[in-house]
């Protein structure tokens, strides 16, 4: 037998022990483990290293795990607090919302009567009283974008729809 036989079934071996080998490579080689007991020897000592290492159960760092535990810990209150944060705002705006409906109809009167005793045409009170519902959430948005332009990162504004 040559010696690029053996050398052959030597790679195979190890191969097979790591990632697998080909069908037709595993009959080759089980063909020649039947012949050649040095190779054999060789596959059986290798096969024995692998199942000692299975075998083995690595304990895990204790300071890998206090750090994950650790990292675990602060992304959930980053998420409990993005979660406060988005419900506060969304409650801002229900809130808000519901004021504007509820004085929607004193402000028309309001400036209604104000358009009535300065003489100004209907267009005119009518316009104010669409600004005073527009202004406001138009007012807001741009302090929204202000504050996302001071700081792309999100720092002030994590957890709010972007
Ligand atoms: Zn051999």
Redesign the pocket.
């Known amino acids: ?1 040559s010696e690029d ?2 050398k052959r ?2 790679r195979l071996i190890a191969t097979s022990n790591v990632e697998g080998i080909s069908a037709p490579d595993r009959e080759w080689l089980n063909e ?2 039947e ?2 007991g ?3 020897q ?1 596959a059986a000592a290798l096969e024995q290293v692998v199942v000692t290492l299975r075998s083995v159960s690595i304990p895990p760092d204790p300071a890998v795990v206090e750090a994950t535990r650790r990292r675990v810990r602060v992304r959930a209150a980053e998420l409990h607090e993005q979660q406060v944060r988005l419900r506060a705002l969304w409650m801002a705006c229900a809130f808000s919302w519901g004021l504007g409906v509820l004085s929607a109809p004193l402000v028309w009167w309001a400036l209604q009567w104000i358009g009535e005793h300065l003489a100004l045409p209907t267009a005119v009170w009518t316009v104010a009283f669409l600004l005073w519902w527009t202004v406001p959430a138009a007012g807001a948005g741009g302090v929204l974008a202000w504050l996302r332009t001071r700081s792309p990162s999100g720092e002030y504004l994590r957890g709010l729809p972007r």
């Open positions: 037998m036989v053996h079934a030597e020649h483990l012949s050649c040095r190779c054999a060789r």
